[in-house]
C-alpha cells in the first residue's frame, strides 16, 4: 500500500470529500485507513456492567472515532507541491507523480 500512517491525505470521495486529514492507521490487508477528523462514527461505550444496572443513572458514554476507509477513496497529499496526487514508485521509494519529488 502506498498511503503509510502519518501521512497527510485528501478525500476524493464520499461525505468527506475535499477533507485533509493525517493517516492514523493503515490497515494493508484490508486496503483501507482511518483518517483523523474523517469517517467520523459515534461509537456508544458502555461502563462496566455493575453500574449499568443501577436504575436512573445516567451511563454510557459517546465517543467519536474515525472508521477506516478505503485506501482508494483518497490521495496523498504531496508535501512538496502541497496537492492531492497519486503516488507512483521510484528507485527509492515513492514519488508525487505531480512534482516528481521524493515524498
Ligand atoms: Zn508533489
Redesign the pocket.
Known amino acids: 500500500m502506498k498511503i503509510k500512517k502519518g501521512d497527510t491525505v485528501l478525500i476524493i470521495t464520499g461525505k468527506d470529500r475535499g477533507k485533509k486529514g493525517k493517516v492514523l492507521h493503515a490497515m494493508p490487508k484490508e486496503g483501507k485507513v482511518s483518517v483523523e477528523g474523517v469517517n467520523l462514527l459515534k461509537k456508544h461505550v458502555s461502563p462496566e456492567k455493575q453500574k449499568q444496572q443501577q436504575k436512573g443513572k445516567k451511563t454510557g458514554q459517546i465517543v467519536e472515532f474515525p472508521a477506516p476507509i478505503f485506501v482508494s477513496n483518497t490521495k496523498l497529499l504531496?508535501?512538496?507541491?502541497?496537492?492531492g496526487?497519486r503516488v507512483g514508485m521510484g528507485e527509492d521509494g515513492r514519488i508525487?507523480?505531480?512534482?516528481?519529488?521524493k515524498?
Do not use: E, L
Not at 504531496?78 to 496537492?83: A, G, N, V
Open positions: 504531496c508535501p512538496k507541491c502541497d496537492k496526487t508525487c507523480k505531480k512534482c516528481k519529488q515524498v
